[in-house]
């Protein structure tokens, strides 16, 4: 009666999305000031005021609710083509740049561009669930490959390993959901010898898709390498979901490596893509309000703080935990084997977290400190108490 492709995947589903509806059933029955709810990657601060100044600004100019060109304004495009120039020194131009509903679309297109049926694509582990939605739906195979166990960067001769003559591309995600983990340049680099070799060997590109949601919430000086000035064949994907506290509002970008052979036909392929999966076009207004903010970067002084007092209550309580780069989540190691059910018996303690099954990398789970600091320091009775369990 239905698709039985689709029917398939609902046993699935999502577990972060699973959680965070356990979360809002606890917040009824306790109150929301007992729940202390670590499920969804929903930043807690407001955008900056000068966003919404922009956004008051723009509501009222003249065409802006019409229609545009499937890939967005051209002086929109052009400025992320600029702002992609001196980030990464690599020559964009507008004509590499097309606007889309947040980076899930991004990605959506991406895969619906690039896949033919079968093509495998290669992601990281720990990665991010709905990854397996935006190849499948196009035909492709995902190919999990773990992270190194404890630092959660790239094992090169594993990714190796995994590549063969059906590989289309990998996703990269990094700052990483859910390590928090900033892939080094070396292994970049490394990565980059191993993909230029597979694709002479093969006769095929390799494309190097980035999904760049959280480049800019890092952490302790740490840079993030610039992919596009890594590999020739990388397509960025990036949204302002995070960067400007933006998520209900679905807007972000694909930048078109130029070095691409054939990035044009890509360009238009994508372009396609946009219109006919059903996205038409990125919202006009928050086109325009978001290539003002390029710079810009919501609440990250107040990420780092939560990312450092949730640290110290799990390390003072008893678990093992890598302390991120960026992004804004722990994955810490679950005390027994069996992560979901770790997970389940969290919820006794009025805790909601996420299991690193969810996100191919069972034995941890994941917290999202995008929350008050209340709730992170309310928390740390419950998580002694769940700790003691095991």
Known sequence: MFSERIVGSLAGGSAIRAMFEQGNILKKKYGAENVYDFALGNPDPEPPVSVINDLKKYAGEPGIHKYMANAGYPDVRE??????????????????IIMVTGAAAGLSITMCSILNPGDEVIVIAPFFGEYKGYVGNFGGKIVRVPS??????????????AINAKTKAIILNS?????????TEESLKALNVVLEEAEKKNGNAIYVVSDEPYVKIVYDGVKVPAISAIFKNSIVVNSFSKSL?????RIGYVAVNPAIEEADVL?????????????????GLFQ??????????????AYKERRDALYEILIETGYECEKPQGAFYLFPKAP??????????????????VSGTGFGYPGYFRLAYCVS??????????????????
């Open 79 to 96: 400025k992320i083509a600029a702002y992609m120039k001196k980030e990464t020194g690599v020559e964009f131009t507008g004509n590499n």
């Open 245 to 249: 506290a933006l998520p209900g509002e």
């Open 267 to 283: 360009m238009d392929a994508l372009i396609f893509c946009n219109r006919t999966l059903g996205f038409v076009n990125a919202p």
């Open 148 to 161: 190194i166990p404890g630092t959660f960067q790239l094992d090169v001769p594993a990714i190796e390993k």
């Open 373 to 390: 600091m209340e709730t992170i320091k309310n928390s740390k009775e419950s998580f002694a108490a769940l700790r003691k369990e095991f």
């Open 288 to 301: 325009k309000v978001a290539a003002e903010h390029l710079d810009d970067v919501a609440g990250l002084d």
């Open 336 to 353: 027994i084997e069996n992560d979901v059910e770790f997970c389940n018996r969290a919820i006794n303690h009025r805790l909601v977290l």
């Open 175 to 183: 700052p990483n959901n859910p390590s928090g983990a900033v892939y």
